[in-house]
C-alpha cells in the first residue's frame, strides 16, 4: 500500500515548537505537484481533524485552533510537506497523520501512519 511517512514527532512543554515532516512515495514522485496535501490530527477519544491544508497553488488554510501558530509548507523538488508548530498547547496533542489527494481524482488519495506530538510540562 503507497504511504507517506511523517516524521519530527515528540514530546515538548508548552508554548514550545516542531516541525513536522511529510515525505511522499516514490511512486508519486513525478505527480507529487499535482496533489493537494494536508495534516490531519487525532487526539484519544476525538475524531481525526484537518488540521492545515496546502493546495498545488499554494493555497492555505488552517483550523481555527492553529491559526497564527501553525504554518504549511510544501517543497515540490523534495517532495515534503512541513507542518511548523509553535505555541504548542496541550490541547495539541494527538497523533498527526499527513494526506494527499490527487486533484483531478479525488479517489488517488494517501495517508502517513502518523507521528506523535505529546505537549505536556
Known amino acids: 500500500q503507497l504511504q507517506l511517512v511523517e516524521s519530527g514527532g515528540g514530546l515538548v512543554q508548552p508554548g514550545g515548537s516542531l516541525r513536522l515532516r511529510c515525505a511522499a512515495p516514490?511512486?508519486?514522485?513525478?505527480?507529487?505537484?499535482?496533489?493537494?496535501m494536508a495534516w490531519y490530527r487525532q487526539a484519544p477519544g476525538n475524531e481525526r481533524e484537518l488540521v492545515a491544508r496546502?493546495?498545488?497553488?499554494?493555497?492555505?488554510n488552517y483550523a481555527d485552533s492553529v491559526k497564527g501558530r501553525f504554518t504549511i509548507s510544501r517543497d515540490n523538488s523534495r517532495k515534503t510537506v512541513d507542518l511548523q508548530m509553535s505555541s504548542l498547547k496541550p490541547e495539541d496533542t494527538g497523533v498527526y497523520y499527513c494526506h494527499a489527494v490527487n486533484r483531478d481524482n479525488s479517489a488517488l488519495e494517501y495517508w502517513g501512519r502518523g507521528t506523535q506530538v505529546t505537549v505536556s510540562a
Open positions: 496546502i493546495t498545488t497553488g499554494r493555497s492555505t
Open positions: 516514490r511512486s508519486i514522485f513525478s505527480v507529487f505537484s499535482i496533489h493537494d
